[in-house]
């Protein structure tokens, strides 16, 4: 028989010395409970794409770390336990999987699936500062187009029309970017053995790149043909899958790895983040980022693709990340897919990219979306850090920004409250 909630919950109460709120009282037959409403319960409601059954749990700050331990503990054995047989309103099975992230500024929490009786139990514990429901999210691309204008030529000129790519031979040296996305064909000829995958968080895929998205990204930011900063390192996380779809949770899972591992290889000041993916505004991926950056990584994040403002969606609302909009390198028009709005802090080139395809280690593909816009402006923070020296998300943002103005150039066909910036490597 299951145990009660009520009774777990109590002996770590105890422990507690009462600091933590008393948990609602259960009767472990859940189907005599009308389920509450989610509205009474997560902090995202609303979201179009949520994943039945799935929570992400965000911890208060305030409380001291061996309470929040004592808390999920109990969380993970009452899920683990009574999630056993047991299916959602959806006929699909809930798993017993439980994800812990913990950033090293604090924030900390907790994926898990369970039904909503449960999950308005949890929320009620005083060691939780909110629920998200977990939400899809995909990859920002759209459609291949032929016969693609180089991106990369735009980048080094102050006007469209150019017919070479510019730039300092340092190309990246010295600075690593993690690629958030559906993994990386290391053994692409582009790469030159300077791609790894390090970190997989979909369950029961390969450790590669299944569907092209990943490794079309790396090849913007790192290929020796088409890539921005030629001689950075790529570290392939996936978080996406063969279709290019995956959920917050996954995304945070990668996100949780990340911060651990820019600190055992000492990457502090020296890593960028490019994430070509988005789904509904999540403030559980805005506050990782926000932790990513405080362990010393510039975030890149794609504005999106639904011609909507970006502010509501994530990773790109994150004020703490460098959000890249697309426009077509031709004409310096904006896209007619790229999201907008002011949290949009530069755009790239994004229609009709040739880069890296996966049907062989020769292979190309040309693919439109923020997805290769983004990777654009990751190769770039990877090339000025290197080149220039700088550390810090904000001194990349500035410079960018800086480097963007000297140009004159702006974004035509843009949307009133939108930056007019366009990427520019400061050669010309």
């Given at each position: 028989?299951t145990?009660?909630?009520s009774?777990l919950?109590?002996?770590?109460?105890?422990?507690?010395?009462?600091?933590?709120?008393?948990?609602?009282?259960?009767?472990?037959?859940?189907?005599?409970?009308?389920a509450?409403?989610?509205?009474a319960?997560v902090?995202?409601?609303l979201?179009r794409?949520?994943?039945p059954?799935?929570?992400i749990v965000?911890?208060?700050?305030?409380?001291?770390?061996?309470?929040i331990d004592?808390?999920?503990?109990?969380?993970?054995?009452?899920?683990?336990?009574?999630n056993?047989?047991?299916?959602?309103?959806?006929?699909?099975?809930?798993?017993?999987r439980?994800?812990?992230f913990?950033?090293?500024?604090?924030?900390?929490?907790?994926?898990?699936?369970?039904?909503?009786?449960?999950?308005?139990?949890?929320h009620?514990?005083?060691?939780?500062?909110?629920?998200?429901?977990?939400?899809?999210?995909?990859?920002?691309?759209?459609?291949?187009?032929?016969?693609?204008?180089?991106?990369l030529?735009?980048?080094?000129?102050?006007?469209?029309?150019?017919?070479?790519?510019?730039?300092?031979?340092?190309?990246?040296?010295?600075?690593?970017?993690?690629?958030?996305?559906?993994?990386?064909?290391t053994?692409h000829?582009?790469f030159?053995?300077?791609?790894k995958?390090?970190?997989?968080?979909?369950?029961?895929?390969?450790?590669?790149?299944e569907?092209?998205h990943?490794?079309?990204?790396?090849?913007?930011?790192?290929?020796?043909?088409?890539?921005?900063?030629k001689?950075?390192?790529?570290?392939g996380?996936?978080?996406?899958?063969?279709?290019?779809?995956?959920?917050?949770?996954?995304v945070?899972?990668?996100?949780?790895?990340?911060?651990?591992?820019?600190?055992?290889?000492?990457?502090?000041?020296?890593?960028?983040?490019?994430?070509?993916l988005?789904?509904?505004?999540?403030n559980?991926?805005?506050?990782?980022?926000?932790a990513?950056?405080?362990?010393?990584v510039?975030?890149?994040?794609?504005a999106?693709?639904?011609?909507?403002?970006?502010?509501?969606t994530?990773?790109?609302?994150?004020?703490?990340?460098?959000?890249?909009g697309?426009?077509d390198?031709?004409?310096?028009?904006?896209?007619?897919?790229?999201?907008?709005?002011?949290?949009?802090?530069i755009?790239?080139?994004?229609?009709?990219?040739?880069?890296?395809?996966?049907?062989?280690?020769?292979d190309?593909?040309?693919?439109?979306?923020?997805?290769?816009?983004?990777?654009?402006?990751?190769?770039?923070?990877?090339?000025?850090?290197?080149l220039?020296?700088?550390?810090?998300?904000?001194?990349?943002?500035?410079?960018?920004?800086?480097?963007?103005?000297?140009?004159?150039?702006?974004?035509?066909?843009n949307?009133?409250?939108?930056?007019?910036?366009?990427?520019?490597?400061?050669?010309?």
């Open positions: 028989m145990p009660r909630l009774s919950l109590a002996a770590v109460l105890s422990v507690a010395g009462g600091v933590l709120c008393a948990p609602i009282n259960y009767n472990s037959n859940s189907n005599t409970i009308a509450p409403k989610m509205s319960f902090s995202n409601p979201a794409n949520i994943v059954n799935s929570y965000v911890y208060n700050h305030s409380l001291a770390s061996e309470d004592m808390q999920e503990a109990s969380i993970k054995t009452t899920i683990q336990k009574r056993l047989g047991k299916r959602g309103p959806s006929g699909a099975p809930l798993s017993t439980i994800r812990s913990t950033m090293a500024n604090g924030w900390r929490a907790t994926a898990l699936e369970t039904d909503d009786v449960m999950a308005a139990q949890i009620a514990m005083g060691a939780v500062s909110y629920i998200e429901a977990n939400q899809y999210v995909q990859a920002a691309d759209l459609v291949a187009q032929a016969n693609a204008p180089p991106g030529v735009r980048l080094s000129h102050a006007r469209t029309g150019a017919d070479a790519y510019v730039f300092d031979d340092s190309a990246g040296a010295g600075i690593t970017v993690y690629v958030v996305d559906t993994g990386i064909l053994s000829s582009e030159q053995g300077r791609a995958m390090v970190f997989n968080a979909v369950e029961g895929s390969a450790d590669t790149d569907n092209g990943g490794s079309h990204v790396s090849g913007t930011i790192g290929g020796a043909t088409y890539g921005v900063a001689n950075v390192q790529l570290l996380v996936k978080v996406l899958d063969a279709s290019g779809g995956g959920t917050n949770a996954d945070l899972d990668g996100l949780n790895f990340i911060e651990t591992d820019v600190a055992q290889r000492k990457l502090r000041g020296k890593a960028v983040l490019n994430m070509s988005g789904g509904g505004q999540s559980a991926i805005n506050n990782a980022i926000e990513l950056v405080a362990a010393g510039v975030p890149v994040v794609a999106g693709n639904e011609a909507q403002d970006a502010g509501n994530s990773p790109a609302s994150s004020p703490d990340a460098i959000t890249v697309a426009l390198a031709t004409d310096d028009k904006r896209a007619d897919f790229s999201n907008f709005g002011d949290v949009v802090d755009y790239a080139p994004g229609v009709g990219i040739l880069s890296v395809g996966i049907k062989s280690n020769v190309t593909a040309t693919l439109s979306g923020t997805s290769m816009a983004s990777p654009h402006v990751a190769g770039l923070a990877a090339y000025l850090m290197s220039e020296g700088l550390r810090t998300a904000t001194e990349v943002s500035d410079r960018m920004k800086d480097l963007a103005g000297a140009t004159g150039a702006s974004v035509s066909r949307v009133k409250g939108t930056t007019s910036n366009i990427a520019n490597n400061g050669i010309q």
